[in-house]
């Protein structure tokens, strides 16, 4: 254990980063409001330029092997009626997060959502009010955790490591990731935790809930020396971190299972190479993680139960043939099966072969195939 003088020392420098952080996000927040206002004082319509988040905004960063938005902008003027709605949404959750770093208190997506609703902003749903977080942070250059936004997180971890706590009144605080049976959940706590002893080998990211207790039923963490990962579907962003810490800090190679549809691929896809929709934010993705399957060309070698693809099954692989992040092999390839069969299958789909199958023998003959590649 470190000795008291240390983890004070320890403690001060993580406080001052933090409060560093705190007030340049907080003079960039009051600096938007600032421009705004410099706007009614000249007589003029208040305008914003933002960063444009789509697909063909997005270029492969060499540096930072990852994909970033590209420099195309897009203008939100007041003298347009139509962009008064959504200037005015990001013009209140700039004042809420400067409050939050302020007051130093946090909030959920889901907590910022029914602030506004209570205030009178005319958001639709909480995916219209999560959108302008998102514009909020392009906008001020920095993640919405910094000026204390939270997801709701619904990922989990179990395995061989041992981790140390590092966020105030949990300093010191240490957790072995073996002792909770249904795994720890990963949230801002655990993303910036030390890693304090490790004695897994590699790292097994699943999509599926079923497929996740079921590796920890059939002691995969043991058998495998793993940690296993749950993504519950797209991974959040405090997951993505989570896993680049355990690839880069520890050497651990990574190996995402999703299911052989196209939304599954794009699970896999976002954790390698990043989201069009956070390529402002850098050091999320795990470069050199590997997606191990299910690959649509698994559906035709393992004979799985499919089911037809459906009109929006379709449409998807037709975005993703246009999208940068799929003009490569795993990628490119299972595009073309996908295009040829029409069907797709899920991860419990292998439980045609009984239950225990997918860690006996599927599990073991994928690793084998793409360390081979």
């Not at 909020?136 to 041992?162: C, M, Q, Y």
């Not at 956070?278 to 993705?285: C, D, G, I, M, Y």
């Not at 060309?297 to 499919?306: E, H, R, V």
Request: aromatic fraction near 10%; glycine fraction near 6%; charge should be neutral.
């Amino acid at each position: 254990m470190p000795r008291k003088g240390k983890q004070d020392g320890e403690a001060g420098k993580k406080e001052y980063l933090y409060n560093r952080i705190r007030e340049q996000v907080k003079v960039k927040l009051k600096e938007i409001g600032g421009r705004v206002i410099s706007y009614f004082d000249r007589g003029e319509f208040p305008e914003i330029e933002l960063p444009s988040r789509t697909t063909t905004n997005i270029e492969y960063d060499d540096k930072l092997r990852q994909y970033v938005l590209g420099p195309k902008k897009s203008l939100r003027t007041t003298r347009n009626i139509k962009h008064l709605r959504p200037f005015t949404q990001l013009m209140w959750m700039t004042m809420f997060a400067k409050q939050l770093v302020e007051t130093r208190k946090t909030s959920t997506l889901r907590d910022a959502f029914y602030n506004a609703l209570g205030f009178g902003i005319d958001f639709e749903d909480q995916q219209e009010s999560d959108e302008t977080v998102t514009e909020l942070e392009t906008l001020v250059g920095t993640v919405r955790e910094d000026f204390n936004i939270f997801p709701e997180e619904r990922s989990s971890v179990f395995g061989r490591l041992v981790i140390e706590y590092t966020v105030p009144g949990y300093e010191g605080k240490r957790l072995d990731l073996t002792t909770i049976p249904d795994g720890a959940m990963i949230g801002p706590a655990m993303t910036t935790a030390e890693f304090v002893r490790c004695d897994a080998e590699q790292v097994i990211v699943v999509e599926k809930g079923a497929v996740y207790q079921r590796f920890l039923e059939e002691k995969v963490s043991d058998n495998y020396k793993a940690i296993i990962i749950h993504t519950a579907g797209q991974a959040p962003r405090a997951t993505r971190k989570f896993i680049r810490r355990l690839n880069q800090e520890l050497n651990l190679p990574v190996y995402i299972f999703t299911d052989a549809d196209p939304w599954g691929m794009h699970i896999a896809s976002v954790i390698i190479y990043g989201s069009a929709l956070a390529a402002h934010v850098p050091e999320l993705n795990v470069p050199d993680a590997i997606w191990a399957g299910l690959w649509a060309s698994d559906i035709q070698k393992y004979k799985l139960p499919a089911m037809r693809f459906n009109e929006h099954d379709a449409k998807r692989v037709l975005d993703l043939e246009k999208d940068p992040r799929y003009t490569r092999d795993p990628w490119k390839r299972e595009i073309g099966v996908f295009r040829k069969i029409q069907r797709k299958a899920e991860l419990e789909a292998l439980s045609r072969y009984g239950l225990e199958y997918i860690v006996t023998d599927y599990l073991p003959e994928k690793l084998a195939e793409v360390t081979r590649r």
